[in-house]
């Protein structure tokens, strides 16, 4: 992050890269794949629950690098599922306020 900008930047920014790739399918995208594979979701979720492993794994052995790495990876594709159902970081935003 930069200067002035916040993580809800990051988080809104990254999501309209997301929804972009997802309504104009760019070939080469990483995005463009899980919107498309033959697995249809499945890919997404399969994917989110493969990051989640990775996270558990380094944080067992207490490697921040890479923990840090690997919870860039759980949000990125955490936004790709919530798109795939459309939903947005704001119902995100507003299921966490709920839990303050």
């Known amino acids: 992050m930069t200067g002035d900008e916040t993580v809800d930047d990051v988080l ?3 999501f309209e890269v997301i ?3 997802k309504q104009n399918l760019p070939d080469g995208s990483y995005t463009t794949t899980l919107f498309t594979h033959e697995k249809g979701e499945n890919a997404a979720l399969e ?5 989640t492993t990775e996270f558990v794994l380094a944080a067992k052995d207490d490697d921040t690098d890479e923990l840090a790495h690997e919870a860039a990876d759980i949000v990125y594709h955490l936004l790709v599922v919530l798109s795939m159902y459309d ?4 119902d995100l935003r507003a299921e ?3 839990r303050r």
């Open 47 to 51: 994917k989110l629950g493969e990051e």
């Open 96 to 98: 966490l306020a709920d």
């Open 12 to 14: 809104d920014e990254l």
């Open 19 to 21: 929804e972009d790739r």
């Open 87 to 90: 939903l947005s970081v704001d």
